[in-house]
């Protein structure tokens, strides 16, 4: 990122960091790096965010995630909506992206993911495919069987509960069969690998017309419908 997006996102460090960072992971003898790029920061234009995607493939990462910007309720970002990003804007930047990084060798298999073939994040795979993982620390995430849970959220409360002996599980939810198969499906449509052919009613295939295509007895994303995924989920059904 460039330094004003930075600056605009009240990040203190530099994109000198990163290369410093890097360098060090690769002494440490780390062959699989990843980084995290987020476009549709105020005050960066295109051009600005093709010069990042740019500079980081200069670095030679396996794995590029790449997030358009959110806002948070609660944060500072959420109370001055003359920052908020532009989707139109995020839409662009989103693609710009998807050609520098497929053409410097980088296959999309996530919406957000990219990487060198055979360096998928493992890690991730795992979320997408509803896989059982435990979370340690504040605010940390875990799941099991169809029930998620997460840490409270504060350093100094999650070690507090940890010396009393205490858990310092906040909150969980457990989820039935149908929810836990529709979600399932919510998360393979964003994959490289798609959805089965009977999750789509006729009438919603035609409807999302170029959002999707038929790949043997699958539907995947087209590039266009990964930039609607959260919509497209939304027409799945379980049978």
């Known amino acids: ?3 004003h997006g930075l600056k605009s ?3 203190t460090h530099d994109p000198d960091n990163v290369h410093r960072s890097l360098e060090m992971a690769r002494r440490a003898g780390f062959v699989d790096i990843n980084l995290d790029i987020i476009y549709g920061v105020h005050g960066e234009s295109v051009a600005d965010w093709s010069a990042t995607v740019r500079s980081i493939l200069e670095l030679q990462p396996t794995h590029v995630s790449a997030y358009g910007l959110t806002v948070e309720s609660g944060t500072p970002l959420a109370d001055d909506p003359t920052r908020h990003p532009d989707n139109d804007l995020q839409a662009e930047m989103y693609e710009v992206a998807d050609d520098l990084l497929v053409a ?3 296959k999309n298999y996530e919406v957000s993911n990219w990487s060198l073939p055979d360096r998928e994040c493992q890690h991730n795979r795992l979320y997408w495919l ?3 993982y435990d979370g340690f620390g504040c605010a940390a995430h875990a799941h099991m069987d169809g029930r998620r849970w997460w840490n409270v959220r504060t350093p100094d409360r999650y070690i507090e509960m940890v ?16 929810t836990r198969r529709l979600e399932a499906l919510q998360l393979l449509i964003r994959v490289r ?4 052919a009977n999750s789509f009613s006729s009438e919603d295939q035609e409807l999302l017309g170029d959002l999707i295509v038929s790949r043997g007895d699958r539907w995947v994303l087209t590039r266009a419908g990964r930039l609607m995924a959260n919509e497209v989920s939304l027409r799945l059904r379980i049978s």
């Open 9 to 11: 996102l009240g990040r």
């Open 1 to 3: 990122m460039q330094t």
């Open 163 to 178: 010396d009393a002996g205490q858990t310092p599980e906040s909150s969980s939810e457990t989820l039935d069969d149908s």
């Open 104 to 106: 410097a060798g980088l």
């Open 130 to 132: 509803q896989g059982n």
């Open 193 to 196: 690998d798609g959805v089965p």
